[in-house]
Nanobody, 119 residues
Framework: QVQLVESGGGLVQPGGSLRLSCVAS???????????MSWYRQTPEKDRELVAT???????KYADFVKDRFTISRDNARWTLDLQMDNLEPEDTATYYC??????????WGRGTEVTVSA
């Protein structure tokens, strides 16, 4: 059974940094690298939105609101996905979710980690 567990959220002041991590388990050996891994975020006021994706082919994609502030990375040997978030803004306050997707059919989610950006 695939599981994704996020960590690293917390309270940070505007302009600060956080590093989110997602640790995966339960993948058939050799398959994790075939999944597109992404970070999403959601607030009570907005639908879940894509933050960044690291494709199986090694490409990265970011939402416009990231504005070169966030960096996504993955380690296929350790089955991890990280999100380095710098210069955080109050608008970045949300619950951040890790996602693994393959072939439009396999789609797994973590339970999320909360990020609060406030003075």
């Amino acid at each position: 059974q695939v599981q994704l567990v996020e960590s690293g959220g917390g309270l940070v002041q505007p302009g600060g940094s956080l590093r989110l991590s997602c640790v995966a388990s339960g993948f058939t050996p050799g398959t994790y690298q075939n999944y597109a891994m992404s970070w999403y975020r959601q607030t009570p006021e907005k639908d879940r939105e894509l933050v960044a994706t690291y494709s199986a082919g090694g490409f990265t994609k970011y939402a416009d609101f990231v504005k070169d502030r966030f960096t996504i990375s993955r380690d296929n040997a350790r089955w991890t996905l990280d999100l380095q978030m710098d210069n955080l803004e109050p608008e970045d306050t949300a619950t951040y979710y890790c996602n693994a997707e393959f072939g439009g059919y396999f789609d797994f989610w973590g339970r999320g980690t909360e990020v609060t950006v406030s003075a």
